[in-house]
């Protein structure tokens, strides 16, 4: 009796060992197909990061960056320039005021040939009539005024001709100069 037991127990591990041998086997084919399908289709795990390039301007900044480089041809000109790399909060409050330009950039910044900050540009389309916008514009006017940095608003649309710019940026600089001078 104790000769069958023996038998049937070690029948029975043969038969353990490979039903565990087929999981292990279907386990590891399960995750390589699902590896594959979502290699072929990009796919990827609920809560994954993922990123996708975007364009740095609209075809309407692309046409203002253009304007405000023949419009000034000696200077260089920075498209999205983070707002906190400009200015820098500081104060008792210097962490909220920090919060309030964080998050923001400005269109076009200008810097002579030496490389020193001649004025910042914002080009405002229609969004910026909304209420939020308007709280946003006031945020990075009062920052960049406080900066002494002068601000240039444009009307989005249309571009307006080279000639047109660099006359608005030349009385913008001439007025921010008569100023200094009064101050």
Known sequence: MRFLA???????????????????????????????????????????????????????????????????????????????????????????????????SIDFVVLNPELAVLLAIEIDDRSHKLEKRQADDAKKNKALADAEITLLRFPATPVLATETVKARIVETLAAKARARAQG
């Open 6 to 104: 023996l038998i049937f127990m070690d029948h029975q591990g043969e038969k353990m060992k490979t039903l565990i041998g087929l999981a292990i086997v279907a386990v590891i084919l399960l995750m390589l197909a699902k590896a594959a399908a979502k290699q072929k289709t990009g796919v990827q795990k609920s809560g994954e990061e993922r990123y996708k390039a975007t364009p740095l301007l609209s075809e309407n900044e692309k046409a203002w960056f253009n304007a405000i480089r023949e419009a000034l041809p000696h200077a260089h000109v920075f498209a999205q320039v983070a707002l906190n790399q400009l200015v820098k909060a500081e104060g008792p409050k210097w962490r909220s005021a920090k919060n309030k330009i964080d998050p923001r």
